[in-house]
């Protein structure tokens, strides 16, 4: 993981400001989860191209949501280690801060994840083998027969699927985070400095 930089870099692409006309605000507000402290910076920009901001609400909202076949858990484990791994603060800060309880994870647990060298010991088995999937996939675009058949014993097929579509997914959120430079929300986690 990158050490921080003193102050974010200015965004590329601004993200849209209110006001807003009644369509999207009503468009950002089916973006945005219920709970959530404000209309995160990352889906005002995504309105800057509506028809894709649309589009993407479903995917992300299954992916997210209580159709998705993973547990919370594992999700996350999946989402901040990608995010991690891409050095995209913003989208690993905003899951931390709003996942990191009610996924049952501790202070080290989420630093282990978020470090590419961090001692994984403290992590269940399970949460273990979905970082070694996500690092596999970063490293090689590929996983390894020897760690596919290990994820196999654990995961059913359709979550298999899931688990390399939603490590995707969020390998494509963080390009959008760190290329278009969304800036912080003041409540999301920082990575530590190293």
């Known amino acids: 993981m990158p050490a921080l930089p003193v102050a974010p870099p200015a965004p590329r692409i601004a993200p849209l400001q209110p ?15 219920p709970g959530a402290p ?10 800057i191209n509506p028809v894709l901001a649309e589009r993407m609400t479903g995917w992300g909202a299954y992916l997210l ?7 919370l858990r594992e999700r996350e484990v999946v989402i901040d280690r990608v995010c991690a791994l891409c050095g995209a603060e913003y989208e690993w800060g905003v899951h931390v801060a709003a996942f990191e309880q009610s996924a049952g994870f501790t202070p080290p647990q989420t630093a282990a994840i978020a470090r590419a060298d ?16 996500v690092d596999e996939l970063h ?6 027969d020897a760690l596919w058949a290990e994820l196999a014993r654990e995961w059913t097929a359709p ?19 760190r290329v278009a430079r969304v800036p912080l929300e003041d ?8």
């Not at 979550?159 to 985070?177: K, P, T």
């Open 38 to 47: 404000n209309i995160l910076a990352l889906f005002r920009l995504l309105a």
């Open 65 to 71: 949501g209580r159709h998705a076949t993973l547990p």
């Open 139 to 144: 490293e090689r675009c590929d996983v390894s």
């Open 118 to 133: 961090g001692d994984l010991s403290c992590l269940p088995a399970r949460d273990q083998l979905l970082v070694r999937m």
């Open 187 to 194: 409540w999301q986690a920082r990575f530590a400095a190293n």
């Open 19 to 33: 006001p807003f006309d009644a369509s999207m605000q009503q468009r950002l507000e089916k973006m945005t989860p």
């Open 159 to 177: 979550q298999l699927i899931e688990l390399l579509v939603l490590a995707g997914w969020y390998r494509a959120l963080s390009y959008v985070c």
